[in-house]
């Protein structure tokens, strides 16, 4: 199996779901001749044309909107945002006309929303932002955070056969610095199901995106210590897997919610306020939750590196747990 | 590039040369009739009160809706707006379906989960209005864009109003459009006011359709009362786009003969205007044309009158057996399933 | 001390602001002559002018973002959204602009957002939502929902004042429907101070707006069981008092969460969330939330009946509570 | 209404005539080196790694930036971008803070918040960018609505790009500014290139300024890398916003003459397009003007050398004594508190 970077497996993936169905398409600014902001579509114009990777102009409603549109007319749109950032410039598409109108006239709006999303690389306010929580709030759409090579490929086949609107946060910082062993053919993965990135029994962190990572050198460092960590990355927050996380909580007993978009009101609200409600009897601590302070994302990397969850964060918030 | 005003339509001839025959005067005239039955029988229900939220009307925009739906092929598709029910209507949408949308019965098209005009009929290629306007615009685009990457010659029809044309959705879409020269055709239904707003707070030149020149295609500006001139402008954009030559923006100029909404009295729009438009009543207009130019006979006259009353009799009876939705299904109606892109549409 | 209505109470605190402070204007869609959509400001064109009381066109980016730059000009701008529904065609000039500016510029944006919300009348889809939440999960920007024309009085002056952006969620159903006694004299209430709207010892609701008058009714029918409880009114999500909801839950040890927005991502996980992992130790029983369902508001009555909470669902939910 | 394209800048007696003293003069040649002067130091130290992130120059738009920036007012207020330094240093940004806001600093404008030209100087008039363009038009458009309302004789100035043309922001903003012919001024770089988008996919029509039309008031087109006749074009522009006369639409076209940002090799752009702009730089073309009609000497050129070359080694010299920000103040400085109202651009 060949060994793909995190961006090369979104890319692959894209390519393939174009190979085998004429509906898809690419929409988005500079996709076509530049490939895109990242580079994910670096060739596809030559290969599929210039409608079918069709360069926008500067018009994120008029990308969102169109979309929708290409959608009910039977075409399986892929828009690109060049950063995360930009789609709230398309906030009241999505969420007035493309997760409501399904509900209204039983008309699916199958569209996927690349989103290059999170920080790490001093990208400032406005290119380094995590928004799934506020999407994740709104019924009618499904959220999409893979965090490795192998779920990005999956998942964002997943995404476009979906007959739903789905935003797909591929997560910049993971881009070039993943690499994992990525199939060849075509394979897809089921929404809402977690994904048991490292197993223990001690505690359980609950994470999506780059903080899988995160957590995973936080619990390496931690076995030392003889305090075993299961990490699961939930993969997809709408739906969430809230079946396989209280399962972990009823056998770790304590959990730690992580996440690197800002915390009050993040989804990891969400996650931790329904285990307290569910699983309230299994809890031997409290839940904790560790995420971006309720700040603008900074600029300079000093203030930046505060901002983001560290390694160090979580394990001192998973020593306290263990000490609970 | 400069925007065009449309002459009004002359005699029968000109009309059979743009493609319609007499039983076609006499559908199109019973399309208006419908529309504004349906109307006007929704006040009455609205007063007695069995339609629950607020009402919207289009009285004074039945020409302009239906003139420009009955310019359409049968698989072109359009988003019209809540002045719009003449569309829906031309395009075979059941009475009784749609007073049963007012009642928010299942029966209605979205089975209760929204209510006035706010709604789909896909096999007839209408898709449902948002509230927040005009955001079916870039979506009437985006359908244009799937005709153009698939090569189907079919066109698109996106609708919005004098005020909404002050939104972004409007210049992102047209602009749009303008440049990948798609197959739609942008209708402004301008009836001068939007809400209490008068047009000179809402844009600030003459006419909205002066914008075509701004993203590249023509403008032209038709009275909006008179149904045979919007029906030879809409037909002849239609077909423009249809043959690959880009949008258009047609304006349809009328007054909102109501206010904004059933509880409005629309104090602020002076008498005189209501006044002279009322002259000029696009149903009455198109009534005396038939009348002088094809003939329409008192017996003709009768027999639709009474076609459409026995039509919104029925609607109203079979819309009030329709049952309230079932509370226990909302939850599931969220999320599409694979079988729900099973349809003609999505082929 | 006279009695108002809540929505007469917001009128007369906005034209007590307009006569006391010249920078305080009003800009919306069909302010002027029609004095709103809901007649907040009928008669302030004639007492200030065209200028003070300005008709905007139908452009909700131009509204709020000119609003932002008259704000930083030196002026007080209150814009109108005709339904809080609206205010996601302006999404981004608030997140992007105004929450931001002061953290990177240090130029405050002291700029009021009145939005007319919620549900109860078969508003349908578009003109019923209860948006806060999703602002909520923003940071700069602050929130505050209103429940009592006491409230609302001194709260929109507070709103005005405070050099931030500030959303004014106002109850569309409260507007008719609650009457009470408000002082003639101009008065500020600070945020971030919840309101005891009933005195009780053996649970706590923490709401607002509209809801804190369900759960009144709901707690009126259980004092009959001998089961009193106490409902916190928030009156402000950003800041929100988390000190005195923490001194309640001591001290009731059981406490359930309302709102009315729809529930997963709704800012009751917030605060369900910060409960379970502070006030761990002292609960009784899981922190219960109540919400609408994840659903668009639907349109018809016997669907929108289904979706708002209901002062049965709270009862049954205490009365559960009331059990553990 | 039609645009107009200026007519390129004549004799000093011209010039004169426009308000320009021969000080002024070499002041503007002064403003453009410093800016290519800095964002030229910019590059270098992103190449040393001493600048996080990207990094972005407005090369080719000196002329644009800093003829428009003199034109201005004491008290006129804007909103530059990101290809507009030269409006930063007409307006008196201290290069220092300029180079320590590149580079994460405590003494740059954001204090390390946010990154390249995204700063502001309010106490100057000008307020900092956001990234999601052209969001700073409807601010630009609110700034001159409060000079409106309080009978200032200000004008604000907004910027924006001919790529982001396309958004719904300057819509609805030249719309606002329109229909209540407010003291703005609408300053578009045209540098034919939005990231690596052509002129022809961004927009259908020949000159973005064509779309002043639109909104009832003036455009006109001005050879960016001119710099006088900009002045001059700016300078009518914000007189006549300042008389009442309501805003206008400055076209400035040039070339983006490096890549969209430092990654880009802009390997799009054909090269003899570079070519025939690089022979019209702005700054070579103004240092020739002033050779032939304004008799600047050897001396006075050196001079102004060698001070703008002690002023950047200056100013990296002070940006590099700047701390990083104490990531202690980070959560404190969301919210503002009532003293922070206390400057003078909020009495
Ligand atoms: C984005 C948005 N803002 C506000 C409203 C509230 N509203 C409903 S209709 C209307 C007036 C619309 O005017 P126009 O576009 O001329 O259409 P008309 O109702 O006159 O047909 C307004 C302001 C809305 N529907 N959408
Ligand atoms: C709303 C939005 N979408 C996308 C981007 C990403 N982006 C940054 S600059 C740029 C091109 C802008 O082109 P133009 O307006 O012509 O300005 P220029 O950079 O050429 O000066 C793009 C697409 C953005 N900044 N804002
Ligand atoms: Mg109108
Ligand atoms: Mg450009």
Redesign the pocket.
Known sequence: MPELTYIQAISDALRQEMRRDQRVFVLG??VGVYGGAFKVTLGFQEEFGPWRVMDAP?S?TAIVGGATGAALMGLRPVAEM??AD?IS?AWDHLVTVAAKQFFRGRTPVPIVVRLPSGGGFSGGPFHSQNPESSFAHIPGLKIVCPATPHDAKGLLATSIEDPNPVLYFEHKHLYRRIKGEVPEERYTIPFGQARVHREGDDAVVVTWGAMVHTASDAADQLAGEGFEVEILDLRTLIPWDKARVLESVRRCSKVLVLHEDTRTGGFGAEIAATIAEEAFEDLDAPVVRIAAPDTPVPFSPALEKAFLPQVEDVVKSLQELAAY | MAVREAEPVGSLQEVKEAGLDREDLLGIYRHMLITRAIEERGHILYRQGKIPGSFYTGRGNEAAAVGVATAMGPNDVGTPLHRDMGVHITRGVEPWRIIAQYMGREGGPTRGRDGNVHMAAPELGLHPMVSHLPAMLPVAVGMALAFKIRGDRRVALGWFGEGSAARGDAHESMNMAGVRQLPVVFICDNNQWAYSTPTYLGYPIEHVADRAAAYGFDGVVVDGTDVLAVYREAKAAIEKARQGGGPTLIECLTLRMEGHAVHDDAFYVPKEMFEQWAAQDPIERFRTWLRSNADMTDDEEDQITSVVKRLLNDALERAEESPLPDPSGLEQGVYASAEDLDTPHHK
Do not use: S
């Open positions: 600014q500079d500067l994120e060049q950063f930009f410039c």
